[in-house]
């Protein structure tokens, strides 16, 4: 079978989205306030959480994972965690209480006030990043959301929100995830240029 066409028209449509996000200076200025809220807080000693579901929970542990480790600079480890990763504490909160109440309990076990809590939902409205978002509200964390454009239940929730132009899951993940590297990026830039 040949799917020549489809891999063309599925890069142009991932291109398509990226260049709409480049034209829309309210999403490229929420990316700049984010990175300097993530810089602030890690210049007071706090830390960064993530929540997301599958694809989206694999964007969390990434982006945790390029803070933790590296970028491009070998430099000291940055406090950032993705919540979903204790597949046994997962496990048993989703028995025990709820799935939806799995990210909630963790932020408010870990969360801090001036900690960042960044929960991905392409739909923006499911309902453990919610929760999750709504008990870091409750705390004192700085909430951003990565959704699609619709923005769903995130819409009001979040100090911040960054709302793909698109309604195909696979195309918003892969501009949360450009935009994950930004912000990581710029956030290694701002602490450990020299």
């Known amino acids: 079978m040949a799917y020549m066409e489809i891999i063309k028209e599925r890069i142009r449509d991932s291109i398509k989205i990226k260049e709409n996000i480049l034209k829309d200076e309210e999403i490229l200025k929420t990316v700049e306030i984010i990175v300097n809220e993530i810089v602030k807080a890690f210049r007071n000693g706090n ?4 929540c997301g579901n599958g694809g989206s929970a694999a964007d969390a542990q990434h982006i945790a994972a390029e803070l933790s480790g590296r970028f491009y600079k070998d430099r000291e480890p940055l406090f ?7 597949t046994s ?3 048993a909160v989703a028995n025990d209480y709820s799935y939806d109440e799995v990210f909630s ?11 960042i809590l ?3 939902s392409t739909s923006g409205n499911s309902k453990n990043v919610i929760k999750a978002i709504e008990e870091a ?5 700085i909430t951003v959301g990565f959704t699609g454009e619709s923005g769903g239940l995130m819409n009001g929730l979040c100090k911040y929100i960054i709302k793909v132009p698109s309604k195909d899951t696979p195309r918003i993940q892969e501009a949360h995830i450009l935009i994950g590297h930004i912000i990581c990026e710029l956030v290694e830039k701002e602490l450990f240029d020299d």
């Open 89 to 91: 504490y997962l496990t």
């Open 47 to 50: 830390k960064v959480l993530l």
């Open 105 to 115: 309990r963790l932020v408010k076990a870990k969360g801090r006030k001036g900690d």
């Open 80 to 86: 950032a965690e993705a919540l979903h990763v204790n």
């Open 118 to 120: 960044i929960g991905i």
């Open 137 to 141: 509200n409750k705390l004192g964390l």
